[in-house]
């Protein structure tokens, strides 16, 4: 079992950072082989992919967040970061945090992972 819990939402104007963190925890895996990743979900819409990152720190993400999300990990720590850049109000949405252990390489598909967070909010004024 791993337990993500997401940390670091909140309300910021547009043009401004924040700095998401998602800690795992649990007895049962290894952070040095697992993936993680960032998703979020507007109201009314679907899931959508954010940002990844395998065990090795490749990184991949989406068109609408490149050049100004960065996603990072400290495996000591066990914790993942996302940290966002020149947000707009496109980007309010809930944040989720997804682990899945036993893979080293980078998975951008939902489905894909088995442990959630319980979501941050993120809000972008415009």
């Known amino acids: 079992q791993v337990q993500l819990v997401e940390s670091g939402g909140g309300l910021v104007q547009a043009g401004g950072s924040l700095r998401l963190a998602c800690a795992a925890s649990?007895?049962?895996?290894?952070?040095?082989?697992?993936?993680m990743g960032w998703f979020r979900q507007a109201p009314g819409k679907e899931r959508e992919f954010v940002a990844a990152i395998g065990s090795g720190s490749r990184t991949d993400y989406a068109d609408s967040v490149k050049d100004r999300f960065t996603i990072s990990r400290d495996n000591a720590k066990k914790t993942v970061y996302l940290q966002m850049s020149s947000l707009k109000p496109e980007d309010t949405a809930v944040y989720y945090c997804?682990?899945?252990?036993?893979?080293?390489?980078?998975?951008?598909?939902?489905?894909?992972?088995?442990?959630w967070g319980q979501g941050t909010q993120v809000t972008v004024s415009s």
């Open positions: 649990g007895s049962t895996f290894t952070i040095y082989t697992m993936a």
């Open positions: 997804a682990a899945q252990p036993g893979v080293v390489g980078i998975i951008s598909r939902h489905m894909r992972y088995s442990y």
